[in-house]
Nanobody
Framework: QVQLVESGGRLVQPGDSLRLSCAAT????????VGWLRQAPGKERVFVST????????HYADSVKGRFTLSRDNAKNTVYLQMNSLKPEDTAVYYC?????????????????WGQGTQVTVSS
């Protein structure tokens, strides 16, 4: 069993930066692909980024490419999503999720374990 806890979400202004963290407890953290997905009010949960177990393969949604950076520290059982140049359209609840699959995992159904989410609001 794996438990995930996201943190770092808050209200920021357009252009600001923010770093989200996802801390995991449980076994075999380093064997999972980790993804971030987000869900804006009234919209479906959508893919943001994934990172494989070693950190050697990272995928991004086109909407965040060049602005967001995903990394992981297996020694700390933690994944980080660095978000720069934030825009109002980045406003959403951000979820961390684990999967036994690999690659660019677009669908929420591809993930097995989920965190509770952390709210990011970008507004002036």
């Amino acid at each position: 069993q794996v438990q995930l806890v996201e943190s770092g979400g808050r209200l920021v202004q357009p252009g600001d930066s923010l770093r989200l963290s996802c801390a995991a407890t449980g076994r075999s953290f380093s064997t999972y692909t980790v993804g971030w997905l987000r869900q804006a009010p009234g919209k479906e949960r959508v893919f943001v980024s994934t990172i494989n177990w070693s950190g050697s393969s990272i995928h991004y949604a086109d909407s965040v490419k060049g602005r967001f950076t995903l990394s992981r520290d297996n020694a700390k059982n933690t994944v980080y999503l660095q978000m720069n140049s934030l825009k109002p359209e980045d406003t959403a609840v951000y979820y961390c999720a684990f999967s036994t699959l690999s690659g660019k995992l677009l669908s929420p159904g591809m993930y097995t374990y989920w965190g509770q989410g952390t709210q990011v609001t970008v507004s002036s």
